[in-house]
C-alpha cells in the first residue's frame, strides 16, 4: 500500500509525535501538548538549553489559563502553543 511521502509505517508522522509523548504522557492532555510543542518547537531551530527551558516557561504559562478554561483537546492545545511561540516576543529593556 502507498503511503503519503514523510509518514512512518502505520501512517504516523515520526516528527510529530515521539513514542516517549505517547507513552509518558498519555492521559494528560496539557503535559502531552506540551511536550509536542517542545518537540516540534526544537525541530524548527538550534536553540541552547537556556532558550528551550524560557520557551517551555512561556508556553506553560501561555496555556495554562487556557486548560483551566477546559481546552483539554491536546490538538489545540499544541496548535495553540506553537504559534504563540513563533510570534515575536517583546523586547525587555533591563534598567
Do not use: H
Amino acid at each position: 500500500m502507498l503511503q503519503p511521502p514523510g509518514l512512518a509505517p502505520g501512517g504516523r508522522n515520526p516528527f510529530v509525535r515521539s513514542p516517549y509523548v505517547m507513552q509518558q504522557a498519555k492521559g494528560f492532555p496539557m503535559q502531552s501538548a506540551i511536550e509536542r510543542i517542545m518537540f516540534t518547537y526544537e525541530l524548527t531551530a538550534t536553540r541552547t538549553a537556556a532558550a528551550s527551558r524560557e520557551a517551555r516557561a512561556r508556553v506553560i504559562e501561555y496555556l495554562q489559563p487556557l486548560f483551566d478554561a477546559g481546552e483539554t483537546d491536546r490538538e489545540r492545545l499544541a496548535v495553540f502553543g506553537l504559534t504563540y511561540l513563533r510570534e515575536p516576543q517583546p523586547v525587555r529593556i533591563r534598567r
